[in-house]
């Protein structure tokens, strides 16, 4: 079993930062590709950004320029610093990672942490 913690979520205002962090955990082999996700009640949950194993990063035009990912320092951490938030960017955030786990080290499956809340307010 592979389990993926999110935090760092928020109230903040208009304008503000905020940094989420999420780490994975358990049964893990490898871990390549990291991102995030966003999803607001009633719509389909977004691609945000996405660090990849090669040291990419990738971000949605509608973040691009504010956000920034990275890996953290700590092992299968990855980090999404929020800057110049948007009402718009009200959502909950989701971390993901393609993990290949120790019990089998033929593929790698997608992971999802349980989400954190963030909310700008106007």
């Known amino acids: 079993q592979v389990q993926l913690v999110e935090s760092g979520g928020g109230l903040v205002q208009v304008g503000e930062s905020l940094k989420l962090s999420c780490a994975a955990s358990?049964?893990?082999?490898?871990?390549?590709?990291m991102g995030w996700y966003r999803q607001t009640q009633g719509n389909q949950r977004e691609w945000v950004a996405t660090?990849?194993?090669?040291?990419?990063?990738h971000y949605a035009d509608s973040v691009k320029g504010r956000f920034t990912i990275s890996r953290g320092n700590a092992q299968n951490t990855v980090l999404l610093l929020m800057n110049g938030l948007k009402p718009e960017d009200t959502a909950v955030y989701y971390c993901?990672?393609?993990?290949?786990?120790?019990?089998?080290?033929?593929?790698?499956?997608?992971?999802w942490g349980q989400g954190t809340q963030v909310t700008v307010s106007s």
């Open positions: 358990g049964s893990i082999f490898s871990v390549h590709d």
């Open positions: 660090f990849s194993d090669r040291g990419d990063t």
């Open positions: 993901n990672a393609k993990v290949v786990t120790t019990d089998d080290h033929r593929y790698a499956n997608d992971y």
